[in-house]
């Protein structure tokens, strides 16, 4: 019996090793798993593009989601400041701002300030961003390491998001 239970809880071990994200940037295999189709967001859900999504997972196995959304049924005032969902459900410090565990809006502006906005599109804070303007192949959305650190790129735009 007791042989039975030790197998068990190795499998059971096994299992849930298996279906935890390593720490670190998702892969593309993690994203399509737990990026959701479609996000919630002022009333309205917009169409995920899970090719323009990505996160990170921490040591604990919690994770950070971001991902670009579909927002042509927006009213153009949201439009205007609305581009994608951050899902956390770890505290995170963006750029010097304090963010709780939870589901926002973000967008960057012209300028290159990122914008996070609560699901029902209240305005919660604003930071300036950066450019990098030597970035080889900007891609419309993308997370990079950056010595504990994760960069949230939208093109060539980039702000900090570090776990707290």
Known sequence: MKRWVGLFLIFSGLLVS????K??????DDIKKVVPAVYF????????????SAGFSG????LVL???VDTSGYASDVQAKYQGFLITEVKLNIAGSELPPGEYGFGFS???KFLVMDVGANDLFTVAGQV??????????????????????????WVTLKAQ
């Open 23 to 28: 720490a670190g940037v998702l892969s593309g």
């Open 18 to 21: 298996a279906q935890q994200p």
């Open 66 to 68: 971001a991902g670009l």
């Open 59 to 62: 040591p604990d196995g919690k």
């Open 41 to 52: 967001f002022r009333g309205q859900s917009a169409p995920v593009q899970l090719r323009n």
């Open 132 to 157: 990098d303007a030597k970035l080889p192949r900007p891609v419309p959305l993308k997370m990079v390491e950056d010595g504990g650190a994760y960069r949230l790129y939208s093109g060539r735009k």
């Open 110 to 112: 012209q300028e290159g």
